[in-house]
């Protein structure tokens, strides 16, 4: 290593990119572990091998595993490759399109929802040929929504304007 022990705690090393998006997800990944906890079992569950909480107990602990991975190596922004330039626009466009994607899923159901949602993502992030953007939304949504429902018997609310006829 190429970093003496006091360049390695400089502020630039540090705070560098990878290390607060490590911090950021350990976080995140520690409020999901204690939400799954939350979890409610049925009586006798907790004999069983796998369980509602199981897969966020091991997902927890992959990305507290993954995000001290990141902690430990990350490098300084000019080592990494980061890019430096931040599209805030995209970022706050993406925030919106998902706050507006979980009311639609309320109201417009799951495959119109979520189609609507992929094709916008699609959109903001630049694609504009009709036939990629119709092609890569309503088809592979619908192919996962017969999988969900028919495949692994799953309920999927159906959104509210369907409902009320």
């Known amino acids: 290593m190429s970093d003496s022990p006091t360049n390695f705690f400089s502020k630039e090393n540090l705070l560098c990119r990878d290390r ?8 995140l ?6 939400q799954s906890t939350l979890i409610p079992l049925f009586p006798g569950d907790e004999y069983e091998p796998f369980t509602a909480r199981t897969l966020p107990t091991l997902l927890t602990f992959a990305g507290i595993g993954l995000s001290l991975l990141l902690l430990i190596t990350g490098q300084k922004n000019q080592d990494s490759g980061a ?11 993406f925030l919106i399109l998902m706050a507006l994607y979980g009311l639609g899923l309320t109201y417009l159901g799951f495959v119109i929802a979520t189609s609507l ?27 996962f929504y017969l999988l969900l429902t028919a495949g692994l018997d799953i309920y999927l609310e159906p959104g509210l304007i369907f409902t009320i006829w």
């Open 20 to 27: 607060v998006g490590a911090i950021i997800f350990l976080v």
């Open 83 to 93: 890019i430096s330039d931040f599209d805030w626009k995209l970022l706050i466009g």
């Open 29 to 34: 990944c520690l409020c999901y572990g204690y």
């Open 117 to 143: 949602f992929l094709l916008s993502g699609f959109y903001l992030l630049g694609e504009r040929r009709k036939p990629i953007l119709l092609g890569a939304s309503f088809p592979f949504v619908i192919a």
